[in-house]
Nanobody, 124 residues
Framework: QVQLEESGGGVVQAGGSLRLSCTASGVTLSTPAMGWFRQAPGKEREFVAT????????RYAESVKGRFTIDRENAKNTAYLQMNNLQPEDTAVYYCAVARDTRVHSEEKRSDYWGHGTQVTVSS
């Protein structure tokens, strides 16, 4: 059974930073992509970032480029999302996502597995 455990969400003022973590277990994909999506109140879930197993393919949504950084530690089955210069429009539930390839995340805008989400709230 696949489990994705997110942590690191919270409340921060505009201009602040947060670092999300996601640890995966039970994933049988040989070289899974790990990524992040988010869903704001009243909006659809949207792609944020994705990172391939070997790191050769990293993709970001335009709205977070230059502010967010995704990385991962394969030995720990863990991915991170460093979020800097957060703005109120970044307020959302952030979901960890695992798929067979980064294109599933960045182009198909979906995932094979999902975490339960962690809340990020940015106050103005």
């Amino acid at each position: 059974q696949v489990q994705l455990e997110e942590s690191g969400g919270g409340v921060v003022q505009a201009g602040g930073s947060l670092r999300l973590s996601c640890t995966a277990s039970g994933v049988t994909l040989s070289t899974p992509a790990m990524g992040w999506f988010r869903q704001a109140p009243g909006k659809e879930r949207e792609f944020v970032a994705t990172h391939s197993w070997g790191g050769s393919r990293v993709r970001y949504a335009e709205s977070v480029k230059g502010r967010f950084t995704i990385d991962r530690e394969n030995a720990k089955n863990t991915a991170y999302l460093q979020m800097n210069n957060l703005q109120p429009e970044d307020t959302a539930v952030y979901y960890c996502a695992v798929a067979r390839d980064t294109r599933v995340h960045s182009e198909e805008k979906r995932s094979d597995y999902w975490g339960h989400g962690t809340q990020v709230t940015v106050s103005s």
